[in-house]
């Protein structure tokens, strides 16, 4: 051992921490800076996804659509098909107005991307009635105030429509526990089957009312 060793203990093979520090140092820049001779820097390397191409029954019409496939449901038919009765409420599945039935079942279609509905029937607000011919449960709302502002109201109508089909084949609700308690059509069955579903201006009275007129009429023409 040398007196130099002693005196800087941390030298070791001929490497200090102030060897270390300014070889690190150097390396930052010359990695930061320019490359000799105005190289451009590397391209940006983002990968751009490919398009997905898939075919849906929307409304009882064939589309045949070339789309990105993080596009969800509700933008496509939104953005994409100009199909704006389905609204953005949340984007992530709380507040049930982008609420569209695909095959016959309700779902959130922000939750959805629409590549996994090829060849999927969707039905929007747009495909259950028109102002001339206004489907039952439309006519219910209208009948009974059921909306205020009404941008919850075509989620709150396709969420009803597919709620009293999922009732007619005996789907349980989701606190099926309480299903044994709670009398099928009761409303506090129709409030829990449709508490997906907010009102912001709280029309919920009215939404109901509707939807019962719709259940009892249903009920009546069944027996
Ligand atoms: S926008 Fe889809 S649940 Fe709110
Ligand atoms: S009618 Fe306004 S949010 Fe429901």
Do not use: W
């Not at 526990?177 to 029309?203: H, K, Q, T, W, Y």
Request: proline share 5%; net charge neutral; aromatic share 2%.
């Amino acid at each position: 051992m040398t007196a130099m060793d002693v005196m800087h203990p941390e030298i070791q093979d001929g490497c200090t921490r102030r060897t270390v520090l300014i070889t690190s140092a150097a390396g930052v820049v010359a990695a930061t800076l320019p490359l000799a001779g105005g190289a451009a820097p590397a391209a940006d390397t983002a990968q751009v996804a490919p398009l997905a191409e898939l075919t849906l029954r929307i409304n009882g019409q064939p589309h045949s659509l070339t789309v990105d496939p993080r596009v969800t449901l509700l933008d496509l038919l939104r953005e994409h098909l100009h199909l704006t009765g389905a609204k953005k409420g949340c984007d992530h599945g709380q507040c049930g107005a982008c609420t569209v039935m695909v095959n016959g079942r309700r779902i959130n279609s922000c939750l959805t991307l629409a590549v996994m509905h090829d060849g999927d029937a969707v039905t929007t607000i747009e495909g259950l009635g028109d102002p001339k011919k206004l489907h039952p449960m439309q006519a219910a709302f209208v009948k009974h105030d059921g909306y205020q502002c009404g941008y919850c109201t075509p989620g709150q109508i396709c969420s009803a429509v597919g709620m009293l089909d999922e009732m007619r084949r005996g789907m349980p609700s989701h606190v099926t526990r309480d299903i044994a308690v709670r009398p099928l059509f009761s409303d506090e069955e129709l409030r829990e089957r449709m508490s997906g579903n907010i009102c912001r201006c709280a029309g919920y009275p009215n939404i109901i009312a509707a939807i019962r007129e719709v259940v009892e009429k249903t009920a009546g023409a069944a027996a």
